[in-house]
């Protein structure tokens, strides 16, 4: 049973550019959530999708969007890229009403 | 200030010593707490969960909540190498809904 995948592994981007990032579920979640983990921080929630549906949304400016597809694969769009959204970027993945998330590992992202 | 606070270490033992890793929080509306650990490069792995105040034990883990004082702690018995990591608390007030992370302490076990 595969876990929570993620791709790319590593992305290069210059400022101003878009970038899309996208992540695979574990078999038979539900909800993704996207959080941004900056170097020595912890993670921080960016949004949750479930049922197609943006569900609750952190601290985060409209650059960053997403999309949940029916398969409950979902993707992240960050556009207009800024120095400061490099770090690393995680998926992780739950069903509805669990108290587990499994998080994948991550695409880091620099941004030059 | 954060509204979870964790210190970021790093936090040296030897083999085989017990560790205390603990964070303090703001939000009296959390209810369930959590502690993940990171290896490098990696994502975050769910170590143990808990929704209540008291202890609770798995191998040679174990979480304890204190509410009235918003602290929770995790130790670690007869550390090993392979316990070298980052170890982070996270928080929330329905688990299935945003958590709220503490930054990270890192963990290094002398052999």
């Known amino acids: 049973d595969a876990g929570v995948t993620q791709s790319p592994t590593h992305l290069i981007k210059t400022r101003g550019q878009q970038v899309t990032l996208r992540c695979s579920p574990k078999?038979?979640?539900?909800?993704v959530s996207w959080y941004q983990q900056a170097l020595g921080q912890g993670p921080q929630f960016i949004f949750q999708y479930y049922e197609e549906e943006e569900r609750q949304r952190g601290n985060f400016p409209d650059r960053f969007s997403g999309h949940q597809f029916p398969n409950y694969s979902s993707e992240l769009n960050v556009n207009a890229l800024l120095l400061g959204d490099s770090a690393l970027y995680l998926c992780a993945s739950s069903l509805v009403g669990a108290d587990e998330q499994f998080f994948g590992p991550g695409t880091r992202l620099t941004v030059l | 200030q954060k509204e979870v606070e964790q210190d970021p270490g790093p936090l040296s033992v030897p083999e085989g010593a017990i560790v205390s890793l603990n964070c303090t929080y703001s939000?009296?509306?959390?209810?369930?707490f959590m502690w993940y650990r990171q290896y490098s490069r990696k994502g975050p792995e769910l170590l143990m969960y808990t929704y209540s105040s008291g202890n609770k034990e798995d191998g040679r883990f174990t979480a304890q909540v204190d509410k009235s004082s918003k602290y929770i702690s995790l130790f670690i018995r007869d550390s090993q190498p392979s316990d070298s990591a980052t170890y982070l608390c996270?928080?929330?007030?329905?688990?299935?809904?945003?958590?709220?992370w503490g930054a990270g302490t890192k963990l290094i076990i002398k052999p």
């Open positions: 078999s038979g979640h539900d909800t």
């Open positions: 996270a928080m929330g007030v329905d688990s299935n809904y945003q958590l709220i």
């Open positions: 939000n009296s509306a959390f209810q369930y």
